[in-house]
């Protein structure tokens, strides 16, 4: 274990959904959340550029057999809060006060890869566009999500 971070009482629910530890100390005060757990959502990078996320489809679909539009959603919700919180830094939280999505085509199996990319990183906001495709690439949906950035913990 580096001496760059601390064993934060958190890292179990961390690294199960993929976040290296020396980050820890700074996105962990609240966890990933039960919901990120039940979706089976996995991040597979995180850099102020790009966080990036996977989704299985098995377990998170519609009546229809496709994936639920709010799993499109929960996915995008998830990057894009992740991302606000790394951009804000430690010792600040992040609020969501808007999120919509596009849905462009359907997927019925595998695995989803969402990917949120700055379009505005300020001090009291931060809006992320977020791209869900399938395994072959295609995008099967666009979201934007606005976080606002407060100073201390909620």
């Known amino acids: 274990m580096s001496d760059n971070f601390t064993l934060h009482p958190r890292s179990a629910e961390l690294l199960a959904a993929g976040v290296p530890a020396e980050y820890h100390a700074m996105l962990g005060h609240h966890g990933v959340g039960t919901l990120v757990e039940k979706m089976g959502i996995v991040f597979t ?3 102020t550029e790009s966080m990036v996320a996977t989704m299985p489809v098995e377990g998170n679909t519609q009546v229809a057999g496709l ?18 919180a790394f951009h804000a830094g430690q010792g600040r939280s992040v609020v969501g006060i808007e999120i919509n999505a596009t849905h462009h085509r359907g997927a019925a199996s595998g695995i989803v890869t969402g990917t949120a990319t ?3 990183l300020g001090r009291t906001l931060a809006s992320h566009e977020v791209v869900m495709t399938d395994e072959q690439g295609r995008r099967l ?9 407060l100073d201390g913990r909620s």
């Open 67 to 84: 994936l639920h539009g709010g799993a499109h959603v929960v996915l995008a919700e998830t990057l894009g809060s992740f991302a606000a």
């Open 141 to 149: 949906s666009t979201c934007r999500i606005t976080n606002m950035i």
């Open 118 to 120: 700055p379009i505005h």
């Open 45 to 47: 990078h995180m850099s």
